[in-house]
């Protein structure tokens, strides 16, 4: 049996950096999104349909990634606050053992 070490805080730090980048990118995509515009208006004909279409879809290749960084972020966070209420439940638990006190 192998023993995993984890520093909740520092995991938490992790978490709260990906839900933020996930919030930046989205941002960025409504930047593409205008560029796109911007891109397609600046030239004629099929280049101007083209410009457009990459734009369009590196916009929604940023706001995925934007949206699974979130995504993950949330999930560490919930993941350290279920591994913090188990380690005080087994913490307790312990504590109630060593005094001779029966817990619920």
């Given at each position: 049996m192998?023993?995993?070490?984890?520093q909740?805080?520092a995991?938490?730090q992790?978490?709260d950096?990906?839900?933020?980048?996930?919030?930046?990118?989205a941002?960025?995509a409504?930047?593409c999104?205008s560029?796109?515009y911007?891109l397609g208006?600046?030239v004629?004909?099929?280049?101007?349909?083209?410009?457009?279409?990459l734009?369009?879809a590196?916009?929604?290749?940023?706001?995925?990634?934007g949206?699974?960084?979130?995504?993950?972020?949330?999930?560490?966070?919930a993941?350290?606050?279920s591994?913090?209420e188990?380690?005080a439940a087994?913490?307790?638990?312990?504590?109630y053992?060593?005094?001779?006190?029966?817990g619920?």
């Amino acid at each position: 049996m192998s023993t995993i070490s984890v520093q909740f805080d520092a995991l938490e730090q992790l978490a709260d950096e990906l839900r933020s980048l996930g919030t930046e990118l989205a941002g960025e995509a409504e930047l593409c999104r205008s560029a796109a515009y911007t891109l397609g208006a600046a030239v004629d004909g099929e280049l101007a349909a083209r410009t457009g279409q990459l734009g369009h879809a590196w916009a929604g290749l940023v706001d995925l990634l934007g949206q699974d960084a979130a995504a993950v972020g949330q999930g560490l966070r919930a993941a350290v606050l279920s591994y913090r209420e188990l380690e005080a439940a087994l913490s307790d638990r312990n504590l109630y053992a060593t005094a001779g006190v029966r817990g619920s």
